[in-house]
Structures are given as structure tokens and as C-alpha cells.
């Protein structure tokens, strides 16, 4: 077995914008290759200039293997109310846009952003870390499944292909092979 790279996770900085938007152009293709239409038809500037302003906010992380930003995730505190309900829900961190280059797909890579992702709830004292995912990408949903994640419920909201609500506990996960560049992050 290969070595497993170490990561070093960073907020993304402006300069990150157009790599950020790489990885999830080359999803789009990746997904559209295998018929999911995910991301494809309705993508457009809207969904570049969100991307924008989560790295303005500094809630987009990158994820760098010896200098290449490779991956990428998105964390805030705000649910999608379409889909969420925090009142009923309670607090959550909100995991959007986890995207790996292609290219890295199966070194488990994405298992261990996500399990960085529930330590980072974890340590911002939210008692989960939720998404919701395509209705559709049942694939997707097996996956988040199989990351420790409970389906809460499904929701059809017209006009919106998502609705598929996950969530998993946020107990201390320590990933071994992730290094923080950035101590704190303002999510």
C-alpha cells in the first residue's frame, strides 16, 4: 500500500477562486460522464460568484498535497432552509461543495476531509455536521452512508433537485494525515 500524502488544510485565499472552480467544473464533467446530471445544465456564474463569496467569507477551506490544491470544502453555520429547519434541526455545522481532483479519486481522500470536517464541528462545539444532498445521486447518498452519516429525511422542494438530508454526529475525529495551516476559521 502507498504511503498516505499528508494534507495541509488552509482557508482559501481570492487567489484560490478560479482553482476552486476547476475542481468543481471538473466534477460536472465527471458526474455528467456517468449520466448524473448534477451541476450541469443550471450552472452558471450564479454558482461561481456563491463560490466567491464563500472564500470571502472564509468559510472554504482548500486542501494541498506537497503545494497543489487538490480538494476542497465548504463549512458555515447557515442551513439551507429549504431543507433545514433550526429550530426544529438545533445547531449544526453545514458541510457544502466537498469536491477532490479526479484524478485522486480512490485514496480516501474524501473520507478524511470528511471526517476533518466533523472535527471541525466538533471543536466549534456543534453537535453535528450536516448537507443535503441530490435526491437523485443515490450513489452520493450511499456514500455519505457509509461515512457514518443518518439520512433525516428527504424533502422535494420545486424547483430544487436536492433535498437528501444527512447528518452525523460531531464527536472528536482527529485525521492523521491532515495538518491545519490555519488554527482557526471564521465559521
Known amino acids: 500500500m502507498a504511503e498516505r500524502p499528508v494534507l495541509v488544510a488552509?482557508?482559501?485565499v481570492e487567489s484560490d477562486t478560479d482553482r476552486v472552480i476547476g475542481l468543481r467544473a471538473e466534477s460536472e464533467?465527471?458526474?455528467a460522464r456517468r449520466g448524473i446530471q448534477q451541476w450541469t445544465a443550471k450552472w452558471d456564474e450564479v454558482g461561481r460568484e456563491k463560490i466567491r463569496r464563500n472564500i470571502a467569507n472564509r468559510e472554504t477551506w482548500v486542501f494541498e498535497d506537497d503545494g497543489d490544491v487538490i480538494a476542497t470544502v465548504t463549512l458555515n453555520t447557515r442551513p439551507d432552509l429549504d431543507f433545514w429547519n433550526?429550530?426544529?434541526?438545533?445547531?449544526a455545522l453545514y458541510l457544502y461543495k466537498l469536491l477532490l481532483a479526479r484524478d485522486r479519486a480512490?485514496?480516501?481522500l474524501g473520507a478524511d476531509i470528511v471526517n476533518w470536517s466533523v472535527n471541525?464541528?466538533?471543536?466549534?462545539g456543534f453537535p453535528w455536521l450536516r448537507l443535503d444532498v441530490w435526491r437523485n445521486n443515490h450513489g452520493l447518498q450511499r456514500y455519505y452512508l457509509d461515512q457514518?452519516?443518518?439520512h433525516v429525511r428527504t424533502v422535494e422542494v420545486p424547483g430544487r433537485d436536492s433535498g437528501a438530508c444527512f447528518q452525523r454526529r460531531a464527536v472528536p475525529t482527529p485525521v492523521e494525515n491532515i495538518v491545519d495551516a490555519d488554527?482557526?476559521?471564521d465559521v
Open 10 to 12: 488552509r482557508l482559501a
Open 106 to 108: 480512490g485514496e480516501s
Open 183 to 185: 488554527a482557526q476559521a
Open 29 to 31: 464533467r465527471w458526474l
Open 148 to 150: 457514518g452519516f443518518e
Open 86 to 91: 433550526p429550530d426544529r434541526d438545533g445547531p
Open 120 to 124: 471541525q464541528a466538533a471543536l466549534r
